[in-house]
């Protein structure tokens, strides 16, 4: 079974500085690695996502995220936060050997919150 | 917009009642997926459908049930409603390869 942590519930960090969230991932296969990004009362926006190739993914609105195969991580960070990035952020995994047609599961999400 | 719609955006009922919630994918993307957000809650993934058939079930109730149509468009059903069942209840479609997922904007259900 494939499944996701994202360890904490909330990342508090002031703007300008840079950010981390956390994510690791178990899945059988090659792991397919996706973040997503939440504002109040809306969907989930895609963000970025791992699927071969290069460690550090660079994705919207200035977020990159590298993917650490034997950490089983892939945490999601930006250079300098501003306080607009303040939502909600999910992981999620696909387990690659069987591709778009597999679950895509997600982690519990973390509450980014940036101050200034 | 993610080309993924939902209908209705809100929806308030009684306990007891069943509703329908519709999801139609992006053109051409085969996988539909429903997931529940409840409040303060991470997604709970309910099921999945690829190209008209059941691929994968998640933590998806007996009362619950949903299908996905020749047109690709999908419907969860969701019936003997009790006051747990208020949430957010979101559609995703993906198209081939190994891409990412698309969501609607949600279907909000308010259980009296």
């Known amino acids: 079974a494939q499944s996701v942590a994202q360890p904490e519930d909330q990342v508090n960090v002031a703007e300008g500085n840079p950010l981390t969230v956390k994510c690791t991932y178990s899945?059988?296969?090659?792991?397919?690695l996706f973040w997503y990004v939440q504002y109040p009362n809306r969907g989930l926006q895609f963000l970025l996502k791992y699927i071969t190739g290069d460690n550090l993914v660079k994705g919207s609105y200035g977020f990159e995220a590298e993917f650490n195969k034997s950490q089983t991580s892939f945490h999601l960070k930006k250079p300098s936060a501003l306080v607009s990035d303040s939502a909600l952020y999910f992981c999620?995994?696909?387990?690659?050997?069987?591709?778009?047609?597999?679950?895509?599961?997600f982690g519990t999400g973390t509450r980014l919150q940036v101050t200034l | 917009d993610s080309g993924v719609t939902q209908t209705p955006k809100h929806l308030i009922t009684a306990t007891g009642q069943r509703v329908t919630l519709r999801c139609s994918p992006r053109?051409?993307?085969?996988?539909v997926y429903w997931y529940q957000q409840s409040l303060d809650q991470g997604l709970q993934f309910l099921i999945q459908y690829y190209n008209g058939e059941e691929r994968a079930k998640g933590n998806i109730l007996e009362r619950f049930s949903a299908q996905q149509f020749p047109d690709l468009h999908s419907e969860l059903n969701l019936s003997s409603l009790e006051l747990g069942d208020s949430a957010l209840y979101f559609c995703a479609s993906s198209g081939s390869g190994n891409t990412e997922a698309f969501f609607g904007q949600g279907t909000r259900l308010t259980v009296v």
């Open positions: 899945v059988s296969g090659n792991p397919y």
């Open positions: 999620a995994v696909r387990d690659g050997a069987t591709g778009t047609a597999s679950k895509l599961t």
């Open positions: 053109s051409g993307d085969l996988s």
